[in-house]
């Protein structure tokens, strides 16, 4: 059974690759809208836009959108999901999850299991996502983050380093990946209690997350439990250079 959750969609103008990267247009919309339409179709009881910018505001109004406005010092789409938490006053119980503003081809489905899979586990304060690695490559390469699970599913660690490290097999060969071992790549999309986002606004950064520049560290070093639900259809590849919005409006402009 579906539980009942809320969608916060972080959206800032200032972008150093593509600057208005939510206003960009993919086959005749703005980015924000096709993601915004993406968490409409996964059954939230409420989607919410939070930005920093009028711009964004603006182009939200035309298609009917829930914006709330933010600060313009954010440091992150956590502690701007904070803002609105704040001005809505949500149930500390309440489900939030926090779809990415330039991940246009998010599939409905995973941001349903990512809240489902958090009302499923108490224990949890956050819920997240991975999916198996298939190649040497991808497990090499420090741009994708890889996690280790408990026998719960429960997080150990994320970190953009090859984990788990096969010492014996990896001493013979890096090509490929060891027989009889899984790896699994984390994908960053998060289901929140409302408690926890209210706690972490006022946690500091630690070393383990400065060192991997990776925010949901902070959690773990702090004691909170993350579990980790697999799916073996991942999303494609967000916004973040002009060859990933190429790809994205040729994908989109045949829906």
């Known amino acids: 059974m579906n539980c009942a959750f809320k969608v916060v969609v972080p959206a ?48 939200c109004d ?9 600060d313009t010092e954010h440091q992150s789409g956590t502690d701007r999901i904070a803002e609105v938490l704040a001005n809505k006053q949500w149930q500390d119980d309440t489900i939030i999850v926090n779809v990415q503003g330039d991940e246009p081809l998010i599939p409905p489905e995973l941001i349903q299991q990512v809240a489902n899979d958090l009302s499923d586990h108490p224990q949890a304060s956050i819920a997240t996502l991975c999916t198996p ?14 996690v280790v699970m408990d026998k719960s ?12 490290w096969d010492r014996d097999a990896f001493e013979i060969n890096t090509d490929t990946l060891p027989e009889g071992r899984q ?4 994908i960053g999309l998060y289901a929140y209690r409302a ?53 994205v409006n040729n994908l989109l402009s045949f829906e």
Not at 62 to 70: G, K
Not at 133 to 145: G, N
Not at 154 to 163: D, E, V
Request: hydrophobic letters at 35%; glycine letters at 4%.
């Open 195 to 247: 408690s926890f986002i209210r706690e972490y606004s006022q946690m500091q950064i630690c070393d383990i997350e400065r060192t991997e520049s990776l925010e949901q560290l902070r959690a773990l070093w702090n004691g909170y439990v993350i579990h980790v639900s697999t799916t073996n259809t991942p999303p494609a590849h967000g916004v973040d250079t002009e060859a990933d919005l190429q790809r």
């Open 12 to 59: 800032r103008y200032e972008s150093s690759r593509l600057p208005g990267k939510p206003l960009l247009n993919i086959a005749g919309k703005p980015m924000i809208q096709h993601v915004y339409e993406k968490a409409v179709l996964s059954g939230a009881e409420e989607v919410i836009i939070a930005t920093d910018d009028k711009r964004i505001e603006e182009a």
């Open 133 to 146: 690695v298939h190649t040497s490559a991808e497990l090499l390469d420090p741009h994708v983050v890889k």
């Open 153 to 164: 599913g429960n997080a150990l660690y994320f970190s953009r380093a090859p984990i788990p």
């Open 62 to 70: 035309i298609f009917s959108a829930q914006v709330c406005m933010t």
């Open 183 to 186: 790896h699994y790549r984390h």
